[in-house]
């Protein structure tokens, strides 16, 4: 079993529609939580940071970490076609010495259709 | 500024031919990776840099070496390549901080696309 469990999906929503994307762990020592997003044929991105446990909001972006149930979550509020993309969850223990490596789930392909 | 430059970003290689993947970065990165990407599987880091001098095995290392030829630079080769190596190939860079144990932004590199056949 993958250290990091994320729906392939594909995911496919209606412009303006709330978008819930997720990811579970069974690392407890992972502390670091990011979100990247990767468009066809690209890098990925970071897009959202977030240390421990709680919620961080950015625009239309929501990050939710939740260490108790290993479980982590993106929400996309009012989507729109620009979001299309392939979202990855990433994490990483932050160790002693940390280098800095992340451990990716599958990665989300959504798309948001006008 | 180019951030992180990945070359070549086509390949084509025959089963038992070698090739190197280049990646240079220009934000004065310590730490550096090599990972593939390959239908369902995420990204898997194959060996990372922690800094110049230094290098260690990800999580799918079998086939591959690395190097880090300079702050800068981290070579990824493929001594004998097979068909299980046709995947795209992202190396990137970050600068966690060693004193805080706090994780930062990784960089990506545009890919390299290797078809092995």
């Known amino acids: 079993q993958k250290e990091v469990e994320q729906d392939p999906g594909p995911l496919s929503v209606p412009e303006g529609a709330i978008v819930s994307l997720n990811c579970t762990y069974s690392n407890s020592a992972f502390q670091y939580f990011m979100w990247y997003r990767q468009y066809s044929r690209k890098g990925p991105e970071l897009l959202m940071y977030t240390y421990s446990s709680g919620n961080k909001e950015d625009g239309r972006f929501t990050a939710q970490v939740d260490k108790s149930s290993k479980y982590i979550s993106l929400f996309i509020r009012d989507s729109q076609p620009s979001d299309s993309a392939t979202y990855l969850c990433?994490?990483?223990?932050?160790?002693?010495?940390?280098?800095?490596?992340?451990?990716f789930g599958q990665g989300t392909t959504l798309q948001v259709k006008p | 500024n180019a951030g992180v430059t990945q070359t070549p970003k086509f390949q084509v290689l025959k089963t038992g031919q070698s090739m190197t993947l280049q990646c240079a970065q220009d934000m004065n990165h310590n730490s550096m990776y090599w990972y593939r990407q390959d239908p369902g599987m995420g990204l898997r880091l194959i060996y990372y840099?922690?800094?110049?001098?230094?290098?260690d095995k990800g999580e799918v290392p079998n086939g591959y070496n690395v190097s880090r030829l300079n702050k800068r630079e981290f070579s990824l080769r493929l001594e004998s390549a097979a068909p299980s190596q046709t995947s795209v190939y992202f190396c990137?860079?970050?600068?966690?901080?060693?004193?805080?144990?706090?994780?930062?932004?990784?960089?990506f590199g545009q890919g390299t696309r290797l078809t092995v056949v």
């Open positions: 990137a860079s970050s600068e966690p901080d060693l004193n805080y144990f706090m994780n930062t932004e990784a960089f």
């Open positions: 990433a994490m990483s223990a932050g160790e002693p010495g940390n280098t800095g490596k992340l451990i």
């Open positions: 840099s922690a800094s110049e001098g230094t290098t």
